[in-house]
């Protein structure tokens, strides 16, 4: 909630990162909503009601500013995920979904969604033409990347996900929610909630990590190791 930290892994100590941030368009909430590394080596942080890259082999970082969608009451968009793209990125906003491309060194924004979507946790590319779209508020859809459209099958309904990890040795995802982590099996369909009483600290999970044959989950109540 009060920024970006740059940790030294060896000796714990961290220091902040200072970004370019705009002060007059973000009323001083500057709390991190993402930082991910994408395939060509950049790295994205959204904070302040900006994204920003700090592009593979460079010093500094690039601030972009979101376009508000048409017909929103919002004065900024907060960015809350990203995947890549064939040719850029997908953004998962407050907003709804938006396709960022860069052409003759220029970011620009693209809004894919359909009006009145609801905030969007995760997206997750599972093809050339389709992605997984996670909403904190309810479930999942499986949609086409170039326009969300309302009205389509939800997925888990009311479990409220937070986001996607692939497992591709195994043809799992791993679906965190607010109500557990759920376990996806792509080729049958088959899935199986895990929740505390299968010992997880808390069945609020905000997302995994793989670590070789470990699954690290942030919870509610900390770290919970699964083997």
């Keep these: 909630r009060k920024g970006l930290l740059l940790l030294d892994k060896k000796t714990l100590y961290a220091e ?7 002060k007059k368009s973000y009323n001083n909430d500057i ?3 993402l930082i991910k590394k994408d395939k060509y080596g950049n790295l994205w942080v959204a904070s302040a009601g900006n994204l920003y890259v700090k592009e593979y082999g460079k010093k500094t970082w690039l601030g972009l500013k979101i376009p508000v969608p048409p017909g929103s009451f919002s004065t900024y968009v907060k960015a809350n995920c990203i995947a890549d793209n064939m040719n850029g ?3 998962g906003t407050k907003e709804g979904l938006y396709i960022l491309e860069k052409k003759n060194g220029q970011y ?10 609801s905030s969007i946790s995760d997206v997750f590319p599972i093809s050339i033409k389709k992605i997984w ?3 904190e508020s309810s479930g999942f859809i499986i949609a086409d990347k170039d326009k969300l459209i309302d009205n389509q099958q939800m ?4 479990s409220g996900i937070k986001s996607f990890l692939a497992d591709e ?3 799992i995802i791993w679906i965190s929610t607010l109500s557990g982590l759920i376990a996806y099996h792509v080729p049958s369909k088959n899935y199986k909630i895990f929740s505390e009483a299968d010992g997880l600290g808390n069945s609020h999970v905000y997302g995994a990590l793989k670590n ?3 699954l690290w989950l942030s919870t509610n109540r900390g770290l919970s190791n699964v083997i």
């Design 16 to 22: 902040p990162v200072s970004l370019p941030y705009d």
């Design 31 to 33: 709390s991190v909503t």
């Design 89 to 91: 990125w997908l953004i």
């Design 108 to 117: 620009i924004f693209h809004f894919a969604s359909d009006k009145n979507q």
């Design 133 to 135: 779209v996670g909403y």
């Design 155 to 158: 997925y888990f309904n009311q």
């Design 169 to 171: 040795e195994h043809n």
């Design 212 to 214: 070789n044959n470990d």
